[in-house]
């Protein structure tokens, strides 16, 4: 059974920074991705990566600022925030994909499992 057990998050100011994890159960996957959801707003796709880091993509609003990653021993996953803004205060989802494809699906219904999410609160 897939398991993805977050952490990481928490209250910061503008300009902050955080680290968020996912540890991944023993197995590979095709690609990993983190999403987002706002109050009130639908998730969003934030950065995702081939399970290789051969290709990465981000969301425009986050772009240079985060760093999807992976630890190739641990199987955890890595979302590094930096000069974070207070629109980026969001419940962060991590998810694997199971199916290989080129480039990373930036889209959620590709992915096949997901975090239980962890709260960042970005405000002065």
């Known amino acids: 059974q897939v398991q993805l057990v977050e952490s990481g998050g928490g209250s910061v100011q503008p300009g902050d920074s955080l680290r968020l994890s996912c540890e991944a159960s023993?197995?590979?996957?095709?690609?990993f991705g983190w999403f987002r959801q706002a109050p009130g707003k639908e998730r969003e796709f934030v950065a995702a990566s081939t399970w290789r880091l051969s290709a990465r993509s981000y969301a425009d609003s986050v772009k240079g600022r985060f760093t999807i990653s992976r630890d190739n021993v641990k199987l955890t996953l890595f979302l590094q925030m930096n000069s974070l803004k207070p629109e980026d205060t969001a419940v962060y989802f991590c998810?694997?994909?199971?199916?290989?494809?080129?480039?990373?699906?930036?889209?959620?219904?590709?992915?096949?499992?997901w975090g239980q999410g962890t709260q960042v609160t970005v405000s002065s």
């Open positions: 023993g197995r590979t996957f095709g690609s």
């Open positions: 998810a694997v994909a199971v199916a290989t494809t080129r480039l990373p699906p930036t889209g959620e219904e590709a992915y096949d499992y």
